[in-house]
DNA sequence: CCTACCGATCGGTAGG
DNA sequence: CCTACCGATCGGTAGG
């Protein structure tokens, strides 16, 4: 995974991974089928991850302020937790085979689904003042995907840190009040 | 530029290039020295246009709310004419030579530096009021940047839509006080 | 898990 | 710009 987030699937040759573990080539094959299953692998377990941790913080929070909190901070908790699979899950999820990419599609549907009811739920109770919940969502979205780009774990910001931050962001850019702001 | 857009730098190989243009493999090697010095011509063109139109906004724009404003529709507007570009640009840099790869990477500073500025700017005027201008610089770039995964040219809203909306959610989240707002 | 190998394909070149 | 080719490397397999 570490390999395939450093250099990329298609840079990455299963005599280097291989290399890694000691082993030579071919021996790889009595762990895995294929080179696309390790991708599976790493993709389809960060795809997973994140949907159920989707899930749980929307069945704990019904509030839709601390919910979409909630749905930030999990997010970077299991960014930073599981860095080499995310970015894999990022960069290189458009190499599996079409069945398996659709797959993957659907599940990342899945997961903006939750934001978006965040968002709008809030934009429909008045949590939220936002003039266009889908932008609102993808904005959101926004800013957690790309902590993949910038997050460094010798970095001065604890991922705790990074997620307060960027819940003070998505307060102001969706019009939270700060008086009535909840804390999560 | 379109190929390794759409498939990646390493899963596109010369006779694929070549026979998107009626030649035959070989025949590439008439106009382009390498496989990298293609991919190095999408990249470095996005880099330096991303730099040049950061650089006008700057110089156009004293105040910071206007001119963060700028920079957040310029890049928009690069990104959404020169969509495999901006791709490739964000995609594939990693796999240019290391001196090619460490230019790209001063311009990108470069570029985003343009953008911490004009938070820093307006933070110490006031216009902004936020806790963390370097959080903060990554929050806009991220709001910029991850728009190449979800822009279509075919969607409902146009570009400076686009611009518009995000410049909103900018504000918000810069603390910039709604009443005193400037349109740019 | 290793050795030895398969056919396919890669980026790139020579010579025209 | 084409034909024909180079050596290297790829994912994967056979047989042990």
Redesign the pocket.
Known sequence: MRLFAERGY?A?????I?AE?????????????????LLWQAVSRAADEFVRRAAEATAAEPDPIPRLHRLVLSHVDYMTAARDNAIVFHHEWRFLSPERRERVAGRRREYEAYFRQAIEDGARTGAFRVSDPKVATLAVLSLVNWLYQWYRPEGVLSPAEIGGQLNGLVDGALGVAPQTERRS
Chains 1, 2 share one sequence.
């Not at 990455?12 to 280097?16: A, G, Q, V």
Request: aromatic share 4%; proline share 0%; glycine share 8%.
């Open positions: 298609h990455t040759s299963m005599r280097d291989a573990l000691d082993l030579q080539g071919g021996s790889l094959y009595a762990h895995t089928a294929s080179k696309e299953d």
